[in-house]
Nanobody
Framework: QVQLVESGGGLVQAGGSLRLSCAAS????????MGWFRQAPGKEREFVAV????????YYADSVKGRFTISRDNAKNTVYLQMNSLKPEDTAVYYC?????????????????WGQGTQVTVSS
């Protein structure tokens, strides 16, 4: 079992930055691929970024590529999402997730463990 707790969300103006954190506890965090997803009101949950357990392999959604950076610190059992040049369309609840296995998957249904989410609101 893995417990995930996100933090770092908030209200920011367009063009601003936020850094989300996801603290993990439970089974071995360092062996799990970790992903960030987001869900805006009335929309389906969508993929944002995923990182392998080593941190050597990373994928981003096209909508955030060049603006967001995912990273992890296995010694601290924490994964991060640095978000720069934020846009109003980035407004959503952001979730971190973990999955068993080694493949980097962008489908929410493939993830076994989820945090409670943190709200990010970008004003224009």
């Amino acid at each position: 079992q893995v417990q995930l707790v996100e933090s770092g969300g908030g209200l920011v103006q367009a063009g601003g930055s936020l850094r989300l954190s996801c603290a993990a506890s439970g089974r071995t965090f360092s062996s799990l691929p970790m992903g960030w997803f987001r869900q805006a009101p009335g929309k389906e949950r969508e993929f944002v970024a995923v990182i392998s357990w080593t941190g050597n392999n990373i994928y981003y959604a096209d909508s955030v590529k060049g603006r967001f950076t995912i990273s992890r610190d296995n010694a601290k059992n924490t994964v991060y999402l640095q978000m720069n040049s934020l846009k109003p369309e980035d407004t959503a609840v952001y979730y971190c997730a973990a999955r068993s296995g080694v493949q980097l998957i962008t489908t929410p249904g493939a993830y076994d463990y989820w945090g409670q989410g943190t709200q990010v609101t970008v004003s224009s």
